[in-house]
């Protein structure tokens, strides 16, 4: 029989209705972008295999998104648009998003509102019935639909539950404390991964017609983070390594409102959200003297009257104030406190202070806001934001939060086409852990944005465009060589990290590295510090290879081990941030490179040379991985220098 008979045959076979549609695809993760497309596959007939490494896709860190989601609807009808989310979104970037993928994410994201009323996400309303929306950074509309401060807990259980029909139909098949540890490739295409269950510790094989990674951001690689302590970016690593090209990774946010560091001991930051700079103002001391006095606690805040205060935000950026981008605002707080005026005793610190929205409002609208961020406020720190603490010349003075920027949010990511395919055919990538929307910046509330249009509108219809074909091909056995030795490669790694017997536990290795990382690779950067960084990170790795203790055996639970394979990972990625920051002699969004910055402080981009997405292909441990560069085409947004300022 002619080839193109046999595939006619088996394509007949497909289309008959008897027949039940036998394509198969892996989604690893079930965040928001995960559980979204995993639903919306099993929804449309593909057989889905959903796994994560939680005991219940709720508990992925999507739960904490806490201000919103971004979405053009312009219910405040003060002129949103679909154009203006896209130009918002693409400036907010610092112009090295994709243009046309920002497009399309301006264009679907009314229909993510649309589609999680429909499930029932109670987002906050209007007193008359319309959804509520308030503002976030980079933007002087208000577009953000919200849920209290628990956006995206109540957007993951709306996914959860369309998740749940397509299990109870049959359609996905979820793996609960399952982690993926490698993609297995056959002739040139994703047909499968190897994943740990977590709690036999045995490797499982599983194969498919394409995989989809929706893994997250690797923000945990600096240690501290607001990110959930189990983020990890160890799928996205292994990708990488199997040649998927990883995008942009020195794009690493930093998040301006987030609760100071206090001790050495830490081992999570938490953030402050941004919506409340809707209604906090933030600011240091105007003399050095009352910030000193604020360092050695012989003051407090609320004892400075407001002509003592400089709001330098709003001083610096009149247009939009409290509500500029974070970077900008990140960058801006740590001028302040290198400059001295810090509120802390450590000097990392500055003010977010609800007084006057307190006096102009009241407390009770303040707290319908923002009331359980206030409470968590209080419960980590033990000051209520609310609490009256002062009255000068008449003006009531209530006590403030105080600050500091963090690691937040990884906008570079596994490199994706249009269609949110990566460099391996049959590989795809969707939510935080691709790089595709928000260029070297992402504005408050886009990330939810993001991760829901890929899962329910862009992945699963493009998606299709490579399944088509595939159609004809039988799901390859999980009996292939390939599969035998991507498992016996995982297996021998988990080995070699047990067998190592050093005297160093996973998170003194790893809190070192945060160091490294903060230090040399974060919010400032230079090409010393850079160089000066990938050395140290050398040396460690070194030590983590020979001088890391595991204990206990590869059988059963063993969450030393499973940290210590995503200590492995967060070293490669560590690495890959430096040397893309390294190699772009330029500070975009945020990308800070001292050495490149105008008078004022502000990043100086350098269009000429680098706009483009700087693609990096692996080329083995401790070598230097490859530059490849895809260049960005603009045809509808006039690239220029950001201005916040009017
Ligand atoms: C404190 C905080 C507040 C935020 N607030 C907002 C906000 O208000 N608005 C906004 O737009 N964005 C916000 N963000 C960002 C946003 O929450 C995230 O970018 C987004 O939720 C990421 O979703 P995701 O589905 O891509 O990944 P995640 O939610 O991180 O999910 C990753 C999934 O992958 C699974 N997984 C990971 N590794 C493996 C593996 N190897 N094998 C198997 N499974 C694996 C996990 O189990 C999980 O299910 C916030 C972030 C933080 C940290």
Known sequence: ????????????????????????????????AGASAAASLGEMGFNVINLCIQDSPRRAHSIAAQGGINAAKCYQNDGDSIYRLFYD????????AREANVYRLAEVSNNIIDQCVAQGVP??????????????????????FYAKGQTGQQLLLGAYSS???QVKAGKVKLYTRYEMEDVVIVDGRARGIIAKNLVSGKLERFSANAVVIATGGYGNTYFLSTNAMGCNCTAAVQCYRKGAYFANPSYVQIHPTCIPV???????????????????????????EDAKALQAGTKQGWEIPEEDRDYYLERRYPAFGNLVPRDVASRAAKERCDKGFGVNNTGLAVFLDFSESINRLGLDIIMQRYGNLFEMYEEITDVFPGDLANEINGVKYYKPMMIYPAIHYTMGGIWVDYELQTSIPGLFAIGECNFSDHGANRLGASALMQGLADGYFVLPYTIQNYLADQAVWPKVSTDLPEFAEAEKKVDAELDRLLNIKGKRSVDSIHKELG????????????????????KKMHELEKEFDENLFVPGTKEGLNIELDKAIHLRDFFTMGQLVAFDALSRNESCGGHFREEYQTEEGEAKRDDENYFYVGCWEYKGKGNEPELIKEPLEYEAIKVQTRNYKN
């Open 1 to 32: 029989m002619p080839e193109k008979w046999k595939e006619y045959k088996a394509h007949q076979r497909l289309v008959n209705p008897k027949n039940k549609l036998k394509l198969d695809v892996i989604v690893v993760g079930t965040g928001l």
């Open 89 to 96: 979104t693409v400036k907010g970037g610092d112009y090295r």
């Open 123 to 144: 987002f906050a309303r209007e007193y008359g019935g319309m959804l509520a929306n308030r503002s976030f950074g980079g933007a002087q509309v208000s577009r953000t």
């Open 163 to 165: 998740l749940s029909c």
């Open 262 to 288: 206090h001790g050495d001991k830490q081992s999570k930051l938490t953030l402050m959200s941004e919506s409340l700079r809707n209604d906090g103002r933030i600011w240091v001391p105007k003399k050095l």
């Open 515 to 534: 160091h490294i990382m903060w230090e040399y690779v974060g919010m400032g950067r230079t090409a010393e510090g850079l160089k000066t960084g990938l």
